[in-house]
């Protein structure tokens, strides 16, 4: 085994090891880094790498790296040892062709439709360029969606007459998006769920490999509607990382203003929706109002109230003048003012508590094995939050608490939530009493080429840890490969399992606890006929119209 050091400034290492000992291996770096980050292919020369990212809670990253051969790579799988492996590895058994031995659903896709030819390469090989994915779907005479069904594993009683399994999904009135769950059930109760993703197809990792850093900035922050700065952000450090640029600090004050503000946001259309969903359609009405204001300042600041198109490798792309942070405080005094009214109205509601106290619960030992990330795991207890433990932008210099709640069900997620609100408001008004001079804005967009290396960069969006490794070749204006792992993934696996024992009426609710966006898992290729110049000629400047994520 050797050792491989990756960019000081990643403060982590990466550890070769033996595809044999794969096992073996995640055994014992998960006795002290139990939280598996995610796993990262990449297809280089004529080899698959495999990168196992784990994190111990405080922000220590430690890899292992494996190598396999292009043609028929195998290893075994990991999801006996940590359960949130499973969707991970059928991402990458998806995209890169991969089989991992033992897993627990070898023959199911995740991503890719059941029609994608059996013997056709993987969309991700880099032997796979955009133009032959497109006659190879074009061969293809009809392709059909992913299928609606998941064969339940693992037991022969799910065979019996007293089990039931039902689909929900992937279009059901409380899904935002399109997303299907096979459920067994025994009268009422599910005793199994598994989930099954790739309804809306986006080929965001692939187009970022044939567009330049600064391009690539502008597709990524498209994976989601609610989240997009936190995606363009994310990518943003990880670039950074790997140029060698260093903001300003009037830069990362003003990154950091605009990603709280966006907390806001989200953190307030959840609490609504969940409302909604429990059937208080007061709540959904008095906060999605109170929202508006946050919105308003969102598109004071970058123009845009989506796609803020805010950031950029090396700065943002404006700065705020003393007027508009004159407006951003008061307007944050006006909204903690009516967010405090609404907050207590809402957690004073008898019935919200009866209808989400423990319902979904599980324990802090189930969520750390899925891998949950944000919000849901820190309302089991876990103060897993990337702005403390690997702090970034502004956050070094500003005072905040990391909530957290025992419950681990939908009440204690939700109280999370909602006293989060009130640190990002706390953040806020510390930003704008010591946001520093200078100019946040590069004197020139970055239109350079790339070193030779790797870089990871960790920030925390609203639903939680987002994760994004990069590539670079030296010479190259392009990233050769730009790795995203949304925090909807990990949590999903929870949702899965924090579904058992609870009634159907319940699903709705115990999804929502989760926050999920669909929309930003799904990053495969899809093919529609007629729509060829969207995947393969898309414009520099990328149409707003392309953003499939969340609703806003």
Same mark, same amino acid.
């Given at each position: ?118 013997? %056709?390469?993987?969309? *991700? #090989? ?9 006659? &190879?779907?074009?061969? !293809?005479? =009809? @392709? ?93 450090? %990880?670039?950074?990382? *790997? #140029? ?9 004050? &003003?990154?950091?203003? !605009?990603? =709280? @503000? ?291």
């Amino acid at each position: 085994m050797g050792a491989v050091s990756l960019p000081k400034s990643d403060g982590t290492t990466v550890k070769l090891v033996p595809s044999e000992s794969i096992v073996d291996a995640v055994k014992e770096i998960a006795t002290t880094h139990p939280h598996l980050v995610g796993i990262t292919a990449v297809h280089a020369d004529s080899n698959i790498e495999l990168l196992y990212s784990f994190d111990n809670f405080r922000g220590e990253l430690r890899h292992l790296r494996v190598i396999l051969p292009d043609k028929q790579p195998s290893i075994d799988s990991i999801s006996g040892i940590l359960l949130g492996a499973y969707i991970y590895e059928m991402e990458v058994r998806d995209m890169f062709g991969v089989n991992f031995n033992g897993h627990p659903l070898p023959n199911t896709r995740l991503l890719l439709p059941d029609s994608y030819p059996a013997g %056709a390469p993987p969309p *991700l #090989l880099k032997t796979v360029t955009m133009d032959q994915l497109m006659k &190879l779907l074009d061969s !293809v005479q =009809e @392709l059909q969606p992913p299928s609606p069904a998941i064969p339940i594993t693992g037991s022969s009683r799910y065979s019996a007459e007293s089990v039931v399994i039902l689909p929900f999904g992937p279009y059901h009135p409380a899904l935002k998006e399109p997303e299907h769950f096979a459920l067994a059930l025994e009268g009422e109760k599910i005793v199994e769920a598994r989930p099954r993703i790739g309804y809306v197809h986006r080929g965001i990792e692939k187009l970022a490999e044939n567009r330049t850093f600064l391009q690539a900035l502008f597709l990524v922050e498209r994976v989601c509607g609610i989240c997009s700065f936190h995606h363009s952000w994310t990518y943003t450090l %990880a670039a950074e990382k *790997l #140029l060698g640029i260093t903001p300003g600090a009037r830069a990362e004050y &003003l990154r950091t203003l !605009v990603a =709280e @503000l966006e907390r806001i946001h989200s953190h307030s259309l959840w609490i609504g929706l969940l409302g909604y969903w429990a059937g208080f359609d007061s709540m959904f009405m008095w906060l999605w109002s109170a929202r508006e204001r946050i919105m308003k300042l969102l598109e004071m600041i970058a123009g845009n109230r989506v796609n803020k198109s805010y950031i950029t490798i090396g700065g943002v792309r404006a700065d705020v003048s003393d007027e508009k942070l004159k407006i951003v405080q008061r307007e944050i005094e006006e909204f903690k003012k009516e967010f405090k009214k609404i907050s207590e109205a809402v957690m004073s509601y008898e019935p919200l508590w009866e209808r989400t106290k423990n319902i979904g619960s599980f324990t802090a030992e189930l969520a750390i094995s899925a891998g949950a990330v944000g919000p849901t795991l820190r309302g089991a207890g876990i103060p897993y939050d990337i702005r403390k433990i690997e702090p970034y932008g502004a956050y070094p210099d500003l005072s905040f608490e990391v909530i957290t709640e025992k419950g681990g069900d939908v009440l204690s997620i939700s109280t999370v939530r909602v006293k989060e609100t009130f640190e990002s408001i706390r953040i806020i008004e510390q930003i704008v009493e010591k946001i520093p001079s200078g100019n946040p804005v590069p004197q020139t967009f970055f239109m350079g080429t790339s070193k030779e290396g790797e870089a990871f960069a960790r920030t925390e969006p609203p639903r939680g840890e987002l994760y994004y490794y990069l590539r670079g070749k030296v010479g190259s204006r392009n990233p050769y490969r730009v790795k995203i792992r949304t925090p909807t993934l990990p949590n999903l696996v929870l949702a899965a399992e924090a579904l058992k024992g609870y009634t159907l009426a319940d699903v709705p609710l115990i999804l929502t606890m989760i926050d999920p966006c669909f929309s930003c898992e799904d990053r495969a290729i899809v093919y529609v006929k007629g729509m060829e110049p969207l995947m393969v000629k898309l414009p520099r400047s990328v149409p707003a119209n392309l953003s499939l994520g969340c609703p806003i």
